[in-house]
């Protein structure tokens, strides 16, 4: 080794000392603004069967934790900070899907502003590990002045990146454990079972029906419907009182809410069922959120 390359021992001043405190003290900054980034990008999404939510975050915490810092940044920038498609669940389903998903509100101008931000801060940090050893010989030399301007600069842009991110993990993080207070109260038991009904395919064809099969007077009957899902899809009516906690298609038109039931008087002297949609079906069509119900997706926003 040359005796340019090899490291310099140095006569310890407090100048120098105040140095390398500033350096560590930004080292610091650094490390947890890297570990924000981590959160926000492990933690802002969520998606699957309800059995399967806590083995999916740690896969995703994971595969973040392997992440550059530069990575990090990209990829909440790409998903946090802009809107993402609806997410889709598998069209047969025997669980309920649960969904969690944060997103900050913001314009275009933000995003690409706070990119820029963040590449910088990434090329900051980049600097003061790889490439501050000339400011570091210099403050040894005598001229710590320089060393120190340049130390403090950088922690103001870390500091100001690292409360905004403090920001959102905070806002992310109360949205969780809101999400998760009310799934475990009794009316999120009820809403869960609802979503899970809403979203089975026996209530779809039971809509679809209504409407393939509707009177002049807007009502269908129950017992045609019940005929073509026991020649169409025969399983769909087997045991559902195991399934769906109601003896017959009946119950479960009443529990799913999204249907109008009355009885009528046959000309023989007897009653039968008759159904039509409500708003809350036709609500659903209009927003594609049979997904979304089966999902249980929730959507934090806040706002820079």
Do not use: C
Not at 219 to 241: C, F, H, N, V, Y
């Amino acid at each position: 080794m040359s005796d340019e390359a090899a490291p310099r021992a140095h006569v310890r001043t407090p100048e120098s000392d105040e140095v390398l405190r500033r350096i560590g003290r930004n080292v610091v900054i650094f490390q947890q603004v890297e570990l924000l980034l981590k959160f926000l990008n492990a933690h802002s999404e969520v998606i699957g069967p309800a059995s399967q939510l806590s083995a999916r975050v740690e896969k995703q915490v994971a595969a973040v934790h392997k992440n550059t810092m530069g990575e990090l940044a990209g990829k909440l920038a790409s998903s946090v900070l802009q809107p993402q498609p609806e997410h889709q669940s598998p069209e047969d389903i025997d669980e309920v899907w649960f969904g969690f998903r944060f997103s900050v509100g913001v314009d275009a101008e933000f995003v690409d502003r706070h990119d820029q931000q963040m590449r910088a801060l990434v090329d900051a940090r980049n600097d003061l590990i790889h490439h501050f050893l000339p400011r570091w010989q210099s403050a040894v030399n005598g001229d710590s002045d320089g060393a120190l301007a340049y130390l403090d600069a950088q922690r103001a842009d870390a500091v100001r990146m690292m409360e905004r991110l403090q920001g959102w993990a905070h806002s992310l993080e109360a949205g969780r454990k809101q999400l998760a207070a009310f799934w475990a109260s009794p009316e999120g038991e009820r809403q869960m079972e609802l979503a899970f009904l809403q979203g089975s395919r026996l209530v779809a064809m039971l809509g679809e029906i209504a409407m393939r099969t509707v009177r002049p007077d807007d009502w269908a009957l129950l017992s045609t419907a019940g005929q073509l899902i026991k020649r169409e899809a025969p399983a769909e009516l087997e045991d559902l009182r195991k399934r769906f906690g109601y003896p017959n298609l009946k119950g479960v038109l009443l529990a799913s809410e999204l249907f109008d039931v009355t009885e009528e008087p046959t000309l023989g002297g007897g009653m039968r069922t008759i159904y039509r949609i409500n708003e809350r079906y036709e609500l659903l069509m209009r927003h594609e959120p049979a997904a979304a119900q089966r999902d249980g997706a929730d959507t934090g926003s806040h706002r820079p």
